[in-house]
C-alpha cells in the first residue's frame, strides 16, 4: 500500500538546535479513502530542552533534500494564516463576533468588506 517505509534524521544546527524529520511517500488519506494517496511529513525541533512538532501532507515528493524546503513553507504558510486571523480578531476588526450573525450572505459581505479594507 506505501511506496515505502517513513525515513527519519536529525541535524543539529550551528546553535545546538536539533532538527528531526520523518517523512513518508504514498500513504492512504485515511481508511475511506484508500486510493487517494499523500505524503506525509513531520518535523520537531529541540532547543534547550523544549520540543515542538509540526506535520503536514502534500503532493510534493518528498526526499532528504526537500523535507527541509517543505517544512519552511508549511511554517510560513501557517504564520501569515495565523498572523492574519490574530489581527482581524483582535486588533479590533471582530471578525469573529460581528460577522456570524449576519442573514444569508451578509456575513460574507461583512468579511470581504474587512479584507478589502487591506487593500489601500
Known sequence: MCQGEA???EKIDDAGIIHGFRFINGVPLNKSHPDLL????EYWQINK????????I????????TVCKVMQGGRARWKIENETFNTLKNQGYNLEHNYGHGEKNLSSVFGCLTFMAFFN
Open 7 to 9: 525515513i527519519e534524521f
Open 38 to 41: 499523500v505524503n506525509f511529513l
Open 49 to 56: 530542552g523544549k520540543e515542538v512538532i509540526f506535520s503536514w
Open 58 to 65: 502534500t503532493d510534493i515528493e518528498l526526499t532528504k533534500e
